[in-house]
């Protein structure tokens, strides 16, 4: 039987045929995985906050508000980092269109629950949504109380009936950010006792709490705390940098960290972060970091 394979040929005898070099390139493109820009997604859905349903004649706003394919469309994530981002900033789904609440109404949404908690005598970690939903019904549409619920609790079922365990962390967290909002330093010592007081009953307030989203200056007589949120610093890193060391010349770890863990890649640590973008010192026995580059203010 004869072989029907063709016979391999030297480089040099194949055939040029219709193709011809026309030139070379010594550069090329590179993918790379890079953090989701996620920052736009909440200034998209500041332009549009929600309010709360219309009152009487007024007529809801209807411009700046997008549905899951705008956002697809504007911002450089996928679907499931877009979702779980909306569901990091409290966002609702209402009428179709993802909607950001407006702070003061969503502690409004907030402060019912939790006085409705004490004045039924409830435990925080088992409320009832059924009669939540029927005593709070009068106040606000039940769908924002349940979505402020998933935002503050965790849902779970015994005997049939759902119930919600709130979050204490969560909860003093956002009470917190009420009391700090409009004041620019907090005596620390007044703040811990004001913030004790306004959160329910069996839930105790840590500063652990607050952890990139406010800043204690223990240097300053009285000790102040102040509001200070990652979500408002820039995404670039060494912008980042920079504006915090305009914030504070110097910073230990523990402070910095909460700042600057977000920026973290795949298999990067936040030391790796600090050799690159800080200098390191001792100060009273403790080591701190400052700026590599000069800042101006």
Not at 36 to 63: D, F
Not at 145 to 169: A, K, P, Q, T, W
């Amino acid at each position: 039987m004869s072989d029907s394979r063709p016979a391999s040929k030297r480089p040099r005898q194949l055939s040029r045929g219709p193709h011809s070099d026309l030139g070379f390139c010594n550069s090329y493109w590179e993918l790379r995985k890079q953090r989701p820009k996620l920052k736009k997604l909440k200034k998209l859905l500041i332009e549009n906050l929600y309010e709360g349903p219309a009152i009487g004649g007024q007529e809801e706003v209807t411009e700046n508000r997008y549905t899951m394919l705008d956002l697809l469309e504007k911002i450089q994530a996928s679907e499931a980092e877009i979702k779980e981002n909306l569901k990091t900033i409290h966002a609702c789904e209402i009428d179709g269109y993802w909607r950001l609440l407006d702070f003061d109404y969503e502690m409004k949404l907030l402060g019912h629950v939790t006085q409705l908690v004490d004045s039924e005598s409830w435990s925080f970690t088992k409320v009832p949504l059924q009669n939540c939903l029927e005593e709070l019904a009068p106040l606000e549409p039940k769908e924002m109380i349940e979505h402020c619920l998933n935002c503050y609790g965790h849902r779970y079922v015994e005997n049939d009936e759902v119930f919600y365990s709130l979050n204490e962390d969560q909860v003093c967290r956002g009470l917190a950010l009420l009391l700090l909002q409009n004041a620019v330093k907090f005596n620390l010592k007044e703040f811990q006792e004001v913030w004790q007081q306004s959160v329910p009953d069996g839930m105790s307030t840590s500063l652990d709490q607050l952890k990139s989203v406010a800043l204690v200056d223990r240097t300053s007589r009285p000790e102040t705390i102040c509001l200070l949120r990652v979500e408002d610093l820039p995404e670039d890193t060494q912008e980042r940098f920079n504006h915090l060391f305009t914030l504070r010349e110097k910073w230990t770890e523990d402070d910095i960290t909460p700042y600057i863990q977000d920026l973290c890649g795949e298999k990067q640590s936040t030391g790796a972060l600090l050799t690159k973008y800080a200098r390191s010192s001792m100060q009273n026995g403790v080591k701190v970091f400052n700026s590599r580059r000069p800042i101006t203010t």
